[in-house]
């Protein structure tokens, strides 16, 4: 399969109509009105899927942290993986090599990757910010040190008690 192969594919089964690659080698769609996914063609054979994340722009140090500990071997990412661009807006995306790639194979791996970024988009960004002191940015965090700690006590209920 190569590049032209995959966009009529994306065309056929998802209903998005007619795709091609403009000058600079870039399509993008949306996905049932919901997610605008940006396909770049980096060669006949390889093409990337990108879904920019909303509410996770300008990451502090912490949740840029947890991200790439998300990113590490797909552990929270699976195939796909987190990046930055040069404005700190916070993308996910999937690379795929289309040589020898079956139409299930490459559905598969596409569904895989709507999977993730619907995972990120309507639940992991939340996690993240809660994870980084329950949405504030850290260094709000380092000044609200005075006046709000959190501690972690544990459980507040002992389950074999109840």
Do not use: C
Not at 107 to 135: C, H, K, P, T
């Amino acid at each position: 399969m190569n590049t032209a192969e995959a966009l009529d594919l994306f065309s056929n089964e998802l209903e998005t109509g007619p795709l091609s690659f403009d000058g600079e080698g870039k399509t993008s769609f949306k996905l049932d009105d919901h997610y605008k996914i940006t396909i770049h063609k980096l060669n006949d054979a390889v093409m990337e899927w990108v879904f920019a994340l909303r509410d996770a722009d300008y990451p502090t140090d912490e949740m840029m942290r947890l991200m790439l500990e998300s990113n590490m071997l797909g552990n929270g990412t699976g195939a796909a993986r987190f990046f930055l661009d040069e404005n700190d807006r916070v993308y996910i995306a999937s690379r795929l090599d289309l040589t020898d790639v079956s139409e299930d194979h490459f559905a598969e791996r596409f569904s895989l990757f709507v999977n993730a970024i619907a995972f990120w988009q309507e639940e992991g960004v939340d996690r993240l910010n809660e994870a980084v002191g329950y949405g504030l940015p850290l260094d709000m965090l380092n000044d609200a040190a005075v006046t709000f700690k959190i501690d972690d006590e544990g459980l507040l209920v002992d389950p074999d008690e109840s």
